[in-house]
């Protein structure tokens, strides 16, 4: 035991040193325990997720961490939440992709440049599932079945202008076809329906239905990925079918604009660490979640990637404000 | 809206209360209606859009405190008899009490948020527990002073719900 | 029989694992409390516990998850029994028969009944689950949004028989309460409605209104009371109801827990409908259904019969088929998967001994329930013993704190504020509360529903009466809502009181 608290005390002195010696007016940093903003509720995904990284983070940060819910406003009001804390890094943030998606509805005081990045902790593609007994084998025949019937072809989503609904209708936007898009609330009330046959297919995430494929109910047909799954090899994405699209949830760490740069470095310096923990690995596995960790600046990009790619999408279907 | 002869809740509500709130539940219905003849619709075919469920509520609610009203201004044999029967005597209920605990509780919250949980609710229960006739200036401190850090230890340990500290001392923390 | 073969070797199992039983039994007693306190509910109980059972084994974890959702739904009646201030949704129903007991003194036999009639439809379930569960199933997979819909209507004819006195005044309170479910984002579009630029009301701050309606409002009330009126001592009484008593209940107990599994196959349905619907089909069945809300021991068996079998018929759909109903089961499936578990046809099959196991277990919960219940009621009646003086600031107390824990968010306890007072006057001119909190809990329900259901037929109102389920809901829904209505203009063609001809006596003026 001892020997272990040992090793990993000179991986976190080896990893966080350099980032402490470029900021040695942060030395102090962290003096008490950071707290992790969750904007959903405990027991859901991305709280999971949460607590994970918490408590592997501890080997990496002198402090603690403690996770906080502050749920409401399909998570607006937790990312407000963190985006007006103090920015000097005792509050931090597990930031969602609907950080680049709430600005354009209208219903969030912040944008996505309200936010500094730290690190992505996993990623999640769309994926288009469709019931074990539908007539549809492939995602040729599934699209060929929506070009002779427009509008008829029903797509459940996670909510209307959430991450599910948008991807689906960014493939109608590609492929110029027309579903009918229907809203649940959220993933698994969807699948539900297209376990009981109400609806044609769903958009959510492999995570989402990976049971019930396993179990022989569901067939995946395509992943709106820019490369295949790990977890379905066999499963085409639609770019292979020459549709140039994807479609990601994401989940990250983030603090507000003004954190100082010493703090940023520490935290991103611990977040690099965390993520190869075998604890936070095991708990993404045994979630079906895929860890997909980008360090600070390349998170960055994909935010502002996905701002762009959502406000265009939204000002084009009429949700934009 | 402060001032009713009747006796205790529950023995019937006096012909104005039930008028008053017959008009103020259709004032809130008229206000709903206004509202929602802004929103915007879907677009689609297939869907009645955002403002139709608000609409046929607050409808069916001007319908239903029309009734009300109406009910009770007709001259009915239950209109008259509550009119001839005087207000019943006194049970006592007095309303003085029931509008400082709201502003204290008011007041109570507005400072959670400032100050924090800890010193308010000490102070909170004092002065509700002696509004209410505990007059002991031993027992009643000690009783708030308990309930406040049982709650507190409750919620922080067992719920992992660490009760608000305020904005004032998050600052001083710095 | 398999399943007879395989739950006793479950039982065996436990047996041999006393850390266990053990972590069951906290669970259980965890769950109790947390119903009690206003504003902590069963979903978050079992959220906030789940993170401490990742570092167990599969069955205690699983265990003692399943402890708190038990205790949880039935630890809302005692507060609601003893102060008329429900803990959980689904004990508001609890709340309109257990508090006139209490106050006629009989709040012993009304906890009492409430205890075993909680623990019967629970271990009702937990067998049903055992044995019948493949069969079971499939009613989940059968509802689509039209049959939502319908279920929904019919939980808004329950308000009908929950009005108390006046049917407008009913009626009255339950559409304010579906005007309010309709504020946040609209179902369909994503819009935000009558938010007035606020986040929070993204979404109806339920838990808070339900604190304020009930139990704010009825401190407010206490302080308003004179001194000298309160120190009436009520006690607790008799406990366990007389044999003869508790035979008349059976009946009402064994419909009550039908339903509640049923209602809890259903998805998106919960402890808080069944317990309604119960209640209502109580009332439908009854002999003396005026009675109802003015102290039927009935109505309590109905109430958390019905609540507690909906925890087995909850889980059903989320073994055997990976789909949770709602939001505990949502957490619970989460916390299967965190142990390597994958909920699903496959779990049968591939951990059948645990799975039977934790069968076991969950009935070792019911029984664990009974014993911790009914051997802490005495407790739990001292609260009626305490001065008012002490009870009365202690419930502000929880109030504020119950609302701020739901969301950690102080917009919520003035929320809960506002409704409190709203609830205040509400009580005191005689609306009553109950059709709010079933109007805010079928609200959304009726119109998300609806709406996807036409989106699904394509903009055809025919799933109206195309879907049989869906027809014979709408049907004992129009049954539900016109039989008062028939009575009413049957007696007297005045006044808005449904019942003032045949009880005459006791109610007092009205006529």
């Known amino acids: 035991m001892k020997g272990y608290r040992f090793l990993t005390g000179a991986v976190v002195g080896a990893l966080a040193s350099a980032s402490l010696m470029v900021a040695a007016t942060a030395a102090e940093y962290p003096t008490k325990p950071i707290e992790l903003t969750v904007p959903y509720a405990a027991g859901g995904g991305t709280d999971l997720v949460a607590r994970a990284y918490a408590d592997a983070a501890k080997k990496h940060l002198p402090q603690s961490m403690g996770v906080v819910n502050k749920t409401g406003g399909a998570g607006a009001v937790g990312l407000t939440e963190i985006m007006a804390a103090r920015a000097d890094g005792y509050k931090i943030g597990m930031g969602t992709v609907e950080i680049t998606m709430l600005p354009h509805m209208g219903i969030a005081r912040f944008t996505a440049d309200d936010f500094t990045p730290i690190a992505r902790l996993n990623a999640e593609p769309s994926a288009i599932t469709v019931n074990a007994d539908s007539p549809f084998k492939t995602y040729e025949d599934f699209i060929a079945n929506a070009k002779a019937n427009p509008g008829k072809v029903r797509i459940g989503n996670s909510g209307t202008g959430a991450i599910w609904h948008l991807a689906a209708a960014a493939l109608q936007d590609k492929t110029g076809l027309t579903f009918n898009h229907i809203p649940y609330d959220g993933a698994n009330p969807a699948v539900t329906a297209l376990l009981g046959n109400h609806i044609e297919a769903v958009s959510v995430s492999p995570a989402e239905v990976v049971n019930h494929v396993a179990a022989g109910k569901l067939r995946i047909l395509a992943v709106l990925a820019d490369e295949r799954s790990p977890a379905f090899p066999d499963v085409p994405t639609v770019k292979e079918k020459g549709v140039d699209l994807s479609v990601y949830t994401w989940r990250g760490i983030v603090v507000p604009k003004k954190t100082p740069q010493a703090v940023v470095e520490t935290l991103r310096a611990a977040s690099k660490a965390t993520v190869e923990e075998a604890s936070f690995k095991e708990t993404l596995t045994k979630m079906n979640l895929t860890l997909a960790y980008a360090d600070g600046p390349e998170f960055g990009k994909v935010m502002q990637k996905d701002n762009t790619f959502f406000k265009d999408l939204m000002t084009k279907l009429g949700m934009a404000k | 809206m402060s001032h009713s002869p009747e006796g205790a809740p529950g023995a019937g509500a006096p012909r104005s209360a039930d008028i008053a709130a017959g008009i103020i539940v259709a004032v809130v219905a008229v206000a709903a209606i206004a509202v929602s003849r802004d929103f915007p619709t879907t677009g689609l075919d297939s869907d009645v859009g955002p403002a139709r469920f608000p609409l046929i509520y607050a409808g069916i609610l001007i319908v239903l405190s029309a009734i009300l009203v109406i009910g009770r201004l007709l001259p009915t044999r239950r209109n008259q008899e509550r009119a001839a029967e005087p207000a019943q005597p006194g049970t006592g209920f007095r309303f003085a009490p029931v509008a400082i605990g709201v502003v204290a509780t008011a007041v109570y919250i507005y400072l959670i948020s400032l100050i924090g949980y800890l010193p308010t609710t000490v102070v909170f229960l004092i002065g509700m527990m002696r509004l209410m006739g505990q007059r002991s200036w031993v027992r009643t401190p000690l009783l708030a002073v308990g309930i406040t850090a049982f709650l507190y230890l409750i919620f922080l340990y067992g719920l992992q719900i660490p009760l608000p500290v305020g904005s004032l001392f998050e600052a001083a923390e710095l | 029989m398999y399943e007879i073969d395989m739950l006793l070797k479950g039982f065996a199992n436990?047996?041999?694992?006393?850390?266990?039983?053990?972590?069951?039994?906290?669970?259980?007693?965890?769950?109790?409390?947390?119903?009690?306190?206003?504003?902590?509910?069963?979903?978050?109980?079992?959220?906030?516990?789940?993170?401490?059972?990742?570092?167990?084994?599969?069955?205690?974890?699983?265990?003692?998850?399943?402890?708190?959702?038990?205790?949880?739904?039935?630890?809302?009646?005692?507060?609601?029994?003893?102060?008329?201030?429900?803990?959980?949704?689904?004990?508001?129903?609890?709340?309109?028969?257990?508090?006139?007991?209490?106050?006629?003194?009989?709040?012993?036999?009304?906890?009492?009944?409430?205890?075993?009639?909680?623990?019967?439809?629970?271990?009702?379930?937990?067998?049903?689950?055992?044995?019948?569960?493949?069969?079971?199933?499939?009613?989940?997979?059968?509802?689509?949004?039209?049959?939502?819909?319908?279920?929904?209507?019919?939980?808004?004819?329950?308000?009908?028989?929950?009005?108390?006195?006046?049917?407008?005044?009913?009626?009255?309170?339950?559409?304010?309460?579906?005007?309010?479910?309709?504020?946040?984002?609209?179902?369909?579009?994503?819009?935000?409605?009558?938010?007035?630029?606020?986040?929070?009301?993204?979404?109806?701050?339920?838990?808070?209104?339900?604190?304020?309606?009930?139990?704010?409002?009825?401190?407010?009330?206490?302080?308003?009371?004179?001194?000298?009126?309160?120190?009436?001592?009520?006690?607790?009484?008799?406990?366990?109801?007389?044999?003869?008593?508790?035979?008349?209940?059976?009946?009402?107990?064994?419909?009550?827990?039908?339903?509640?599994?049923?209602?809890?196959?259903?998805?998106?349905?919960?402890?808080?409908?069944?317990?309604?619907?119960?209640?209502?089909?109580?009332?439908?069945?009854?002999?003396?259904?005026?009675?109802?809300?003015?102290?039927?021991?009935?109505?309590?068996?109905?109430?958390?019969?019905?609540?507690?079998?909906?925890?087995?018929?909850?889980?059903?759909?989320?073994?055997?088929?990976?789909?949770?109903?709602?939001?505990?089961?949502?957490?619970?499936?989460?916390?299967?998967?965190?142990?390597?578990?994958?909920?699903?046809?496959?779990?049968?099959?591939?951990?059948?001994?645990?799975?039977?196991?934790?069968?076991?277990?969950?009935?070792?919960?019911?029984?664990?329930?009974?014993?911790?219940?009914?051997?802490?009621?005495?407790?739990?009646?001292?609260?009626?013993?305490?001065?008012?003086?002490?009870?009365?600031?202690l419930i502000l107390t929880l109030c504020v704190v119950g609302a701020y824990a739901i969301n950690n968010s102080m917009f919520d306890v003035g929320i809960m504020l506002a409704t409190g007072v709203v609830g205040f006057f509400m009580q005191r001119w005689d609306y009553p509360a109950s059709p709010v909190v079933l109007a805010l809990i079928m609200g959304p329900m009726a119109e998300a529903s609806f709406r996807r259901a036409l989106s699904l037929s394509g903009g055809s109102l025919d799933f109206l009466y195309t879907r049989p389920i869906t027809l014979g809901l709408l049907l004992v829904a129009a049954i539900t809502l016109l039989l008062p209505l028939l009575k009413h203009l049957k007696g007297d063609g005045g006044g808005p009181t449904p019942d003032g001809r045949t009880v005459g006596a006791g109610t007092g003026g009205v006529k």
């Open chain 3, 14 to 393: 436990l047996a041999a694992d006393p850390v266990t039983l053990l972590l069951a039994l906290m669970g259980v007693a965890l769950g109790i409390i947390i119903g009690v306190l206003p504003g902590l509910t069963a979903t978050m109980g079992v959220a906030i516990l789940l993170p401490f059972t990742f570092g167990m084994d599969p069955a205690p974890a699983i265990l003692m998850l399943s402890g708190v959702f038990f205790g949880g739904i039935y630890g809302g009646s005692i507060t609601a029994i003893l102060l008329k201030i429900p803990g959980t949704p689904a004990a508001a129903a609890t709340a309109m028969d257990g508090y006139a007991l209490s106050q006629k003194g009989q709040a012993g036999i009304a906890l009492g009944t409430a205890t075993l009639s909680s623990c019967i439809g629970g271990t009702f379930s937990v067998f049903m689950l055992i044995f019948l569960a493949p069969l079971l199933a499939g009613i989940a997979l059968e509802f689509s949004a039209a049959e939502t819909f319908a279920l929904a209507v019919f939980g808004l004819s329950i308000i009908t028989s929950v009005s108390g006195e006046s049917l407008v005044k009913g009626l009255i309170a339950g559409f304010l309460g579906l005007l309010l479910s309709t504020v946040g984002m609209d179902p369909m579009g994503g819009f935000p409605r009558f938010t007035g630029g606020f986040n929070e009301l993204l979404a109806v701050p339920f838990i808070p209104v339900m604190i304020g309606l009930f139990a704010a409002s009825e401190a407010f009330k206490s302080l308003g009371q004179p001194a000298s009126r309160a120190e009436v001592k009520v006690h607790i009484g008799r406990i366990i109801p007389p044999w003869d008593v508790f035979k008349g209940l059976i009946f009402t107990i064994l419909r009550s827990s039908g339903l509640g599994i049923i209602v809890g196959i259903i998805p998106g349905a919960g402890a808080d409908i069944a317990s309604f619907v119960a209640y209502n089909e109580a009332k439908r069945f009854s002999k003396n259904p005026e009675n109802f809300g003015k102290g039927e021991l009935k109505g309590v068996a109905a109430a958390e019969s019905g609540a507690n079998a909906c925890t087995g018929g909850d889980l059903l759909p989320m073994m055997t088929l990976g789909i949770p109903g709602d939001a505990v089961t949502a957490v619970m499936l989460g916390a299967l998967t965190m142990q390597g578990l994958q909920p699903g046809p496959l779990l049968f099959k591939d951990h059948a001994g645990l799975v039977f196991t934790l069968f076991a277990g969950m009935l070792f919960c019911y029984a664990a329930l009974l014993v911790l219940g009914l051997s802490s009621l005495r407790l739990m009646g001292k609260v009626l013993e305490m001065p008012r003086s002490i009870l009365t600031p």
